[in-house]
């Protein structure tokens, strides 16, 4: 029987040279394979501690009940930090809940739907840029990047990807993304704060153009609110409010690196996501034209015999793509794309009768998690009806975390459970993807989780013959 493709797992013990080379290269293969089933497990170097923890009531209390106790660690965050700065990504205590509280306001439900005509139109792009490659085996992961940072860029600055600046932040991107690794030496070795971080040169030129051209984006947009001219759009909502606190609003600097995560997470985990669910459904084709004909609703993009195109659906349409949202929830059960979240116990813990050291490392692993042995049923498997299941719908409440939970859930993840399953029904809406030749994908913990050598799809129009 078919399956998703999945990382081999690494021998059961390793010394720490080795865990070190395997980690930096590639999270998920760094990993034993007893992982999938167990409650939880602990790994110790000679400088920090860590628990892996898998039983639900436990990351429930680390993630919700008592998510003081367990702020994020810094370790994670030191190899982003010439990209990210101060943003909230990386930040905890007060800093990390004032910038909460400014940003959350863009992103709640009736924004949304504000949002959706942003989305809708990167979405036409995404089918008409796909057309030109019609009949072609293409590289999808680098087709979803495109597509998913001009989502950004049109909800965001209200730009296409094809603006200048848009464009040179999109392609210095993708060199940043080939020059860091997923952890540096600050990760394993606790570093003061003076020392330094040993980031590639390339890595920290990539990181300084890329906050260089997004500092020129806010500038330009200050300008515009202050000439009362600005569009209405997340930047804007950003900018403009206010803590309910202190009355104080982002500076540049501090808009600055919001706008580096924003792109960061949004951009790469979206990417990351629609290229495994095209894969997916490739591998299952059933799936693939269920979807096709439930994205009927779409409009075909032809324009009309006058020359205007027809009209285009609003931010209703959502509810009747209820299988495209089944199976991007799916994939990103399969791939989630942050495979792993690491926060810091506060103080001296107990768990499942094991004493946890005070700063010790909890590492929470949406992968694992959403393939744990003893929760899921089938849990290598592809099935989107799962949830529908008395034990999908368990699952879903107490083992599924592609955002995160609690607190510190990504304030993006209703954008993201919009913009995935609307880009995907519009590329099945116009076309059907196949398995290209050549091995299957294997899956890689980069910035996001990735394929080892790119995903490669046979495109077809949807009007002509299987491909």
Same mark, same amino acid.
């Given at each position: 029987m078919?399956?998703?493709?999945k990382?081999?797992?690494?021998?059961d013990?390793?010394?720490?040279?080795?865990?070190?080379s395997?980690?930096r290269?590639?999270?998920?293969?760094?990993?034993?394979?007893?992982?999938?089933r167990?409650?939880?497990a602990?790994?110790?170097?000679p400088?920090?501690?860590?628990?892996?923890?898998n039983?639900?009531?436990?990351?429930?209390?680390?993630?919700?009940?008592?998510?003081?106790?367990?702020?994020?660690s810094?370790?994670?965050?030191?190899?982003?930090?010439?990209?990210?700065?101060?943003?909230v990504?990386v930040?905890?205590?007060?800093?990390w809940?004032?910038?909460?509280?400014?940003i959350?306001?863009?992103?709640?439900?009736g924004?949304?739907?504000?949002?959706?005509?942003?989305?809708?139109?990167?979405?036409?792009?995404?089918?008409?840029?796909?057309?030109?490659h019609?009949?072609?085996t293409?590289?999808?992961e680098?087709?979803t990047s495109?597509?998913?940072?001009?989502?950004?860029?049109?909800?965001l600055?209200?730009?296409?990807?094809?603006?200048?600046?848009?464009?040179?932040?999109?392609?210095?991107f993708?060199?940043?993304?080939?020059?860091?690794?997923?952890l540096?030496?600050?990760a394993?070795?606790?570093?003061?704060?003076?020392?330094?971080?040993?980031?590639?040169?390339?890595t920290?030129?990539?990181?300084?153009?890329i906050?260089?051209?997004?500092?020129?984006?806010?500038?330009?947009?200050?300008?515009?609110?202050?000439?009362?001219?600005a569009?209405?759009?997340?930047?804007?909502?950003?900018?403009?409010?206010?803590d309910?606190?202190?009355?104080?609003?982002?500076?540049?600097?501090?808009?600055?690196?919001?706008?580096?995560?924003?792109?960061l997470?949004?951009?790469?985990?979206?990417?990351?996501?629609l290229?495994?669910?095209?894969? $997916? @459904?490739?591998l &299952?084709?059933?799936?693939?034209e !269920?979807? %096709?004909?439930? /994205?009927?609703?779409? *409009?075909?993009?032809?324009p009309?015999a006058?020359g205007?195109?027809q009209?285009?659906?609003?931010?209703?349409?959502?509810?009747?793509l209820?299988l495209s949202?089944?199976?991007f929830?799916?994939a990103?059960?399969?791939?989630?794309?942050?495979?792993?979240?690491v926060?810091?116990?506060?103080?001296p813990?107990?768990?499942?009768?094991?004493?946890?050291?005070?700063?010790?490392?909890?590492?929470?692993s949406?992968?694992?998690?959403?393939?744990?042995?003893?929760?899921?049923?089938?849990?290598?498997?592809?099935?989107p009806?799962?949830?529908?299941?008395?034990?999908?719908k368990?699952?879903?409440?107490?083992?599924?975390?592609?955002?995160s939970?609690?607190?510190r859930?990504?304030?993006g993840?209703g954008?993201?459970?919009?913009?995935?399953? $609307? @880009?995907?029904? &519009?590329?099945?809406?116009?076309? !059907?993807? %196949?398995?290209? /030749?050549?091995?299957? *994908?294997?899956?890689?913990?980069?910035?996001t989780?990735?394929?080892?050598?790119?995903?490669?799809?046979?495109?077809?129009?949807r009007?002509?013959?299987?491909?």
């Amino acid at each position: 029987m078919k399956r998703p493709p999945k990382p081999p797992a690494r021998a059961d013990k390793v010394s720490l040279l080795r865990y070190m080379s395997l980690f930096r290269k590639d999270i998920l293969s760094a990993q034993p394979a007893r992982l999938y089933r167990a409650w939880m497990a602990e790994f110790r170097t000679p400088f920090f501690r860590s628990f892996l923890v898998n039983q639900p009531d436990l990351v429930r209390a680390v993630l919700k009940e008592r998510a003081d106790d367990f702020p994020k660690s810094d370790r994670i965050g030191e190899g982003l930090r010439p990209l990210l700065g101060n943003s909230v990504f990386v930040t905890n205590g007060e800093t990390w809940k004032r910038q909460r509280r400014i940003i959350d306001p863009a992103f709640e439900g009736g924004r949304l739907r504000h949002g959706f005509p942003a989305m809708r139109a990167a979405a036409e792009a995404a089918v008409q840029r796909m057309a030109a490659h019609s009949g072609e085996t293409l590289e999808v992961e680098a087709e979803t990047s495109h597509a998913a940072a001009d989502v950004i860029f049109r909800t965001l600055f209200s730009i296409p990807i094809e603006h200048e600046i848009a464009s040179q932040v999109f392609a210095e991107f993708r060199h940043y993304q080939r020059s860091q690794p997923i952890l540096n030496l600050a990760a394993f070795v606790p570093l003061p704060k003076w020392m330094p971080r040993f980031f590639r040169r390339d890595t920290r030129a990539s990181a300084r153009t890329i906050r260089r051209l997004i500092t020129r984006l806010t500038t330009a947009r200050m300008a515009e609110i202050a000439a009362g001219t600005a569009p209405d759009d997340l930047a804007t909502k950003i900018m403009t409010t206010p803590d309910p606190e202190t009355g104080e609003t982002f500076t540049t600097e501090e808009m600055v690196d919001q706008v580096a995560i924003f792109f960061l997470a949004g951009h790469e985990t979206s990417a990351s996501a629609l290229a495994w669910t095209l894969y $997916l @459904l490739a591998l &299952y084709p059933e799936w693939q034209e !269920r979807l %096709a004909e439930e /994205a009927q609703c779409l *409009p075909e993009l032809l324009p009309e015999a006058n020359g205007s195109a027809q009209a285009a659906p609003d931010f209703g349409v959502m509810a009747k793509l209820r299988l495209s949202r089944d199976v991007f929830r799916e994939a990103l059960r399969l791939y989630p794309p942050v495979p792993m979240m690491v926060r810091e116990a506060q103080c001296p813990e107990s768990f499942r009768d094991r004493e946890v050291p005070k700063g010790s490392q909890i590492v929470l692993s949406p992968w694992h998690l959403h393939r744990h042995e003893r929760l899921w049923e089938r849990p290598d498997e592809f099935d989107p009806g799962r949830y529908a299941t008395d034990n999908g719908k368990t699952c879903l409440r107490e083992a599924y975390l592609p955002f995160s939970a609690g607190a510190r859930v990504c304030p993006g993840a209703g954008f993201a459970m919009v913009e995935g399953p $609307l @880009l995907l029904s &519009y590329l099945l809406r116009h076309f !059907r993807f %196949a398995l290209g /030749a050549g091995p299957a *994908p294997v899956p890689v913990a980069h910035l996001t989780v990735r394929s080892d050598n790119g995903i490669w799809l046979r495109v077809a129009p949807r009007l002509s013959p299987d491909p």
